[in-house]
């Protein structure tokens, strides 16, 4: 097997860590994993997120989504089912953690989607706090884009993506959870880096695939083999 200095679990054959396929009660044997598995390069890294984990806080936290994580699932006679999509998964969530007040920080491409994700939340009874990614109808000249660089060309006046005002309002807001939808790459970088509530995501933007990044890779084999060329030297 070839050596490696750095974690890839990617390429992982075995998969100790997660023990699905050894059917025992025991804790798997991590003598069996590759060389490059995470748990034999950072041992250290792994025993200091148990001290995180016993913070008071995060350990209910991360109970209570592993408990989450547990009930989209049920054993039925044909063996496991899955029964619960992500906005269900997440609105759950929230009322296991007690939220009330949600954040919503969405991509104008997808206002619709935000639109509907907001009223099923307010039905269920929470408070909705949403900010499109143009708030602050900033010129896209103001952090050096050129005209030429302009979406709907050089001479239209287009608003910058804003994802520090989103995350900005969203934390001044106070809301209980930050729930990111479709905003771009790069942009939602931004947002992840200045939101100081907890957050999470329920939809990533691909303006391909119907916002479905992953259908790339489905079809990596098939129509979209350039993606597995290899880049140019
Ligand atoms: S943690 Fe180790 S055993 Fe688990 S997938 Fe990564 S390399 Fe494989």
């Known amino acids: 097997m070839e050596q490696r200095s ?3 679990c990617d390429k992982c054959g ?3 860590c997660a023990a ?4 025992t009660e025991e804790k798997p044997n991590i003598e069996e994993a590759p060389p490059f598995c995470p748990m034999k390069l950072h041992a250290d890294v792994i025993e200091g997120a148990l001290y995180e984990y016993d913070k008071e806080d995060i350990r209910e936290f991360a109970r209570l989504a592993s408990i989450q994580e547990f009930e989209c699932y ?3 006679p044909n063996g496991l089912r899955t029964k619960i999509p992500r906005v269900e998964e997440t609105l759950q969530f929230a009322q296991k953690n007690g939220y ?9 491409g997808l206002a619709n989607e935000a639109r509907t994700l907001a009223l099923i939340l307010e039905r269920k009874g929470f408070e909705v706090v949403s900010v499109c990614c143009k708030a602050g109808a900033i010129p896209k000249e103001r952090i050096g884009l ?4 302009k ?3 050089p001479k239209m006046y287009e608003s910058m993506c804003n994802p520090i005002t989103q995350a900005g309002i969203l934390n001044e807001e106070k809301v209980d959870l930050a729930i990111l939808l479709g905003l771009c790459v790069g942009h939602d970088t931004l947002f992840i880096k200045y939101c100081q509530v907890p957050m999470t995501v329920i939809g990533v933007k691909d303006r391909v695939f119907g916002h479905n ?3 790339a890779l489905y079809l990596s084999t098939s129509y979209y083999s350039r993606l597995r060329a290899r880049a140019k030297e």
């Open 100 to 108: 009330r007040r949600l954040g919503l920080a969405f991509c104008v």
């Open 213 to 215: 990044p992953l259908a």
């Open 151 to 153: 979406i709907m060309g």
């Open 20 to 23: 699905f396929n050894m059917k």
């Open 146 to 149: 050129k005209p030429e660089e």
């Open 74 to 76: 049920e054993q039925t």
């Open 14 to 16: 075995n998969r100790v």
């Open 6 to 8: 750095y974690p890839t």
